[in-house]
């Protein structure tokens, strides 16, 4: 069957990638341009008369509840602006996104590729994301960023959840803000809690976190939102070596990875404890045992919070191409989800 034997009112191309097992589904042609001078005001745009496109790509039957999507658009020969797509809306930040987009943009010659490592920015909601993608011998390898300003916006404040009580909860901004709640601290163990216990949990915990504390970004009110919950194995000192957590995000949406910005969080979040200090290196592993790595590589402020650098590590690896299409006669429109 050729494209002209059936009518259809979407065509979009996407290319298909993973980092650390956690999808990424980059638009390569079909979206129509987006309005807006800055990068804030094209996420409006997009939420406000393009969402059918991320419904389109993100829900079933072509994506699904944790498919994950971005925007791409070049700025300046090294430098690029991006919308990153989910179940529920756009992310402010995405490090599994960027760790991923580093190599697309140097393997499709997007930019001039330089060894030992190529620097690219993309502009975030959140802010520029300074990115190198490692390149020797015409291959590009694995891929670090430098994260925005992270800190700790509130320790161990006392949140009530439902089937739960009362719990202490740690709140970092990584790029997002982010619950932080050992996995003991609310009967559940990593390792062998079913994960929809584990989803149904963290997702207590994030709407009741939104109902109970007020959350506000010192510099950027469309910043100021609680985006998941990251559960951990417990282990936040650095001598406790390689360290698991979940990350619960959007609309119970679940990450393969690590999760950049929950690592990024994490890492500010140990360092505000005095668990860690500049230059050591933490790794961090996955629900399905992917790992980043993440160094605090630098102090600042941001408003009146201390906050750090980190720089955060991964690979990302090439899955696939696409041409998806919405027929006019299809009545599931831009698709659907299943609830969890």
Request: hydrophobic share 35%; glycine share 10%.
């Amino acid at each position: 069957m050729s494209e002209g034997d059936f009518m259809h009112v979407i065509k979009v191309t996407t290319h298909d990638m993973h980092t650390g097992g956690e999808p990424l589904r980059i638009i390569t042609s079909g979206l129509p341009d987006l309005k807006g001078s800055t990068i804030l005001e094209k996420r409006v745009y997009a939420k406000q008369h393009l969402d059918h496109y991320r419904r389109l790509l993100m829900n079933e039957p072509r994506g699904h509840k944790d498919m994950y999507g971005a925007i791409l658009f070049q700025e300046k020969p090294n430098e690029f602006g991006v919308l990153f797509l989910n179940n529920e809306g756009y992310s402010p930040m995405c490090g599994h996104g960027v760790i991923a987009l580093g190599r697309y943009v140097v393997d499709y010659g997007l930019v001039k590729p330089v060894s030992p490592e190529t620097e690219i920015t993309f502009n975030c909601p959140c802010g520029p994301v300074q990115t190198y993608v490692e390149y020797n011998n015409n291959s590009s390898g694995s891929v670090h960023f430098e994260s925005v300003p992270a800190f700790v916006y509130k320790l161990g404040a006392e949140i009530v959840v439902p089937k739960i009580g009362k719990v202490l909860i740690d709140v970092a901004y990584g790029g997002a803000f982010y619950a932080i709640i050992s996995d003991k601290d609310v009967s559940l163990d990593l390792k062998s809690t079913p994960l929809t216990e584990i989803i149904d949990v963290a997702g207590r915990i994030t709407e009741a976190v939104k109902k109970q504390l007020l959350i506000l970004h010192p510099e950027r009110e469309e910043l100021s939102f609680l985006y998941g919950t990251i559960i951990t194995d417990g282990k936040d000192k650095f001598t406790d070596g390689t360290t698991t957590n979940i990350c619960i995000f959007a609309d119970k949406e679940v990450d393969r990875s690590p999760t950049g910005s929950g690592v990024t969080a994490r890492m500010a979040l140990q360092w505000k404890k005095g668990f860690i200090s500049k230059n050591e290196i933490k790794e961090f592993k996955s629900v399905i045992g992917t790992t980043f790595t993440g160094r605090i590589i630098d102090e600042t402020t941001v408003g009146d919070f201390p906050a750090v650098i980190v720089e955060v590590s991964g690979m990302a690896y090439h899955t696939g191409d696409h041409t998806f299409y919405l027929e006019y006669r299809d009545e599931l429109k831009e698709g659907f989800q299943l609830p969890r």
